[in-house]
């Protein structure tokens, strides 16, 4: 019976469990000495089958924008709402609150754009101070609240503008929250460095005007 058996199978004997467990040393140091004399070529087509599906790739001004927004929104989250309960003055909580802006940016925002650039430099321009020094520290604290302040203005100018409108005073239209306040953070600094680059191309465009009066 047992010879039947191997007879319809084609007449070929079991393999042993060592058969089954040998490696293919060969192939092993195929593996290991493969580069790019040795190895064959393969298409673009080919490639592209375990490359990512999405083809889309955010702009720089786009990660620029989501840094300068996210941290700002964090230290709403964990400052504001999170130290509202122990501080009750609002001008302590807006100090503080200013002191963390500031710290954050020099710290965190200001390096992760300086990581994120694709070469030395080419981030600076999202930045007030965009050289790191002992200044820096000082300087993004007092431009933090700055910014602040103009925050606070913001929100301020939205609810008299609701109470206005409504005639409603006992109810706080728009409240301080994260994403909001982020938004309106990333656009108060972004009008400020734009208004710095601005200044900054003005003073440069009278220096050559007064260079080539000065020549001639």
């Not at 040795?38 to 955010?58: D, G, H, I, Q, T």
């Not at 501080?87 to 002191?99: E, G, N």
């Not at 650039?117 to 993004?140: I, V």
């Amino acid at each position: 019976m047992a010879k039947q058996k191997q007879q319809k199978s084609g007449g070929t004997t079991p393999k042993s469990a060592a058969e089954y467990y040998k490696l293919n040393t060969k192939a092993v140091d195929d593996l290991v000495d493969a580069d790019e004399s040795n190895s064959p070529e393969v298409s673009e087509e080919e490639l592209s089958k375990y490359r990512s599906v999405s083809k889309f790739k955010p702009k720089e001004w786009m990660k620029a924008l989501f840094i300068k927004f996210w941290f700002p929104a964090a230290v709403c989250y964990f400052f504001f709402w999170g130290l509202g309960t122990y501080v009750s003055d609002m001008l302590d909580m807006l100090f503080i609150t200013a002191i963390a802006l500031g710290i954050i940016t020099d710290l965190l925002t200001n390096n992760m754009l300086r990581f994120i650039a694709k070469s030395d430099g080419a981030n600076d321009r999202w930045m007030m101070f965009p050289k790191k020094g002992y200044y820096s520290f000082p300087a993004n604290i007092l431009y933090g609240g700055v910014v602040l302040a103009m925050v606070v203005t913001i929100y301020n100018m939205i609810n008299m503008a609701f109470v206005l409108a409504t005639g409603i005073t006992d109810t706080t239209f728009l409240g301080v929250e994260p994403i909001l306040f982020g938004v309106f953070y990333v656009l108060c600094d972004s009008l400020l460095v734009e208004f710095k680059h601005l200044c900054v191309r003005i003073v440069k465009d009278a220096m050559r005007k007064e260079k080539r009066a000065n020549a001639s």
